[in-house]
Each structure stands twice: as structure tokens, then as C-alpha cells.
């Protein structure tokens, strides 16, 4: 892969962050690609994670990139924090594993993207505040040129997508705290 600026591959996270382990790690054994992501969200860690829960329906991206031009829903819709290994999560990815309230592992395999987990964690910051990382990592499709194209535009490309969905779920659970009686 290219030698993609730190932030491309590490934008927002910390070194304490990327040190430590995640649930992903246990389902891609020898990534080509380790990414992480990383923002502050001053909103209550569970409204966080209910956010999270959303990813279920939307990819809260760039809806007509992403979504079929549909936007992703701007309100929470009811249920969806009642996770279970298999849902789909974002149309492509399923539902590994999750704890409650603080993190989901997804899961894809496919031809063009090859194997790509993802853990998305909540933990509480300063001042019951949340802190969400991500950590995603890629083993790609067998060779091919679409394989190897992809594998070197995906730290920039999902860096651009991903960085646009945890910006508009820290905008809505911000939103949704600051109308609560925190």
C-alpha cells in the first residue's frame, strides 16, 4: 500500500487507542489494511451507542453515495437497539458480536472489498462525554487488478466516508443530548 499520511490512516485516534485490543482483531488474522477513526462526541455515552444501533438501517455517510439517495433517518427508530448476531448492519456488513452499550463488531466478505471487520466503540470521556473509535481492518479479495485497486484506495476512501458518518452521529446524538436534562 501507498505510505498514506498518519492521519489517512489514523485519523482522529489516539496511540493509547491503537494500541489496544479490539473485538475485529480476532476476525481478520493478517490485514493488509488496519484503520482506525476516532472523535468526541459531548453527548451521553448510551445515547452514543443508541446512534450506533442506527448504523442497522443507514450508513450515515453520504446518503446518495451510500444510501440509494435515500437520507438516513434523523430521528431514532424504535428496536433497533435490540442487536442479535446476524442482523445486517449498513446493507453490507453483519453483526458479529456486540456488548451492549459500548461496542458492535460487523463483519463483510465479498469480492471487491475482500474481508473488512469493524469494531465501533463508545467509552465515557471527561465530564460523562463519549469518546467513539473505530477500528476496521482489510484483507483483501483474492489478486486481481479491481482487488489491488481497491486496496490502495481504501485508507483515503473510507477515510473520507467514515470520517462523514461519525461527524453526523456525534451531530445527532449531540443534538439529542442538549434537548435532555443531562
Do not use: H
Not at 8 to 14: I, K
Not at 22 to 37: G, H, M, Q, T
Not at 117 to 129: D, K
Not at 156 to 175: C, T
Request: proline share 7%.
Amino acid at each position: 500500500m501507498p505510505g498514506w499520511p498518519g492521519f489517512v490512516e489514523n485519523w482522529g485516534s489516539t496511540a493509547s487507542e491503537r494500541s489496544e485490543p479490539f473485538p475485529c482483531d480476532r476476525l481478520v488474522s493478517a490485514p493488509d489494511a488496519v484503520l482506525y477513526r476516532a472523535v468526541d462526541v459531548r453527548a451521553r455515552p448510551e445515547t452514543v451507542f443508541r446512534w450506533l444501533c442506527q448504523l442497522r438501517v443507514a450508513p450515515y455517510s453520504y446518503d446518495l453515495l451510500d444510501n440509494g439517495a435515500r437520507r438516513s433517518p434523523q430521528a431514532l427508530t424504535p428496536g433497533l437497539e435490540q442487536l442479535r448476531a446476524g442482523q445486517r448492519v449498513m446493507r453490507i456488513f453483519r453483526l458479529v458480536e456486540f456488548e451492549a452499550g459500548s461496542s458492535i463488531t460487523i463483519l463483510s466478505e465479498g469480492r471487491l472489498f475482500g474481508r473488512v471487520a469493524c469494531t465501533y466503540r463508545v467509552a465515557e470521556s471527561a465530564g460523562g462525554n463519549a469518546r467513539l473509535v473505530v477500528k476496521l481492518l482489510a484483507a483483501r479479495a483474492p489478486r486481481s487488478i479491481a482487488a489491488r485497486a481497491t486496496a490502495i484506495m481504501l485508507p483515503p476512501g473510507d477515510l473520507v466516508m467514515m470520517r462523514r458518518q461519525l461527524l453526523n452521529l456525534k451531530r445527532l446524538a449531540e443534538e439529542q443530548d442538549a434537548g435532555s436534562d443531562r
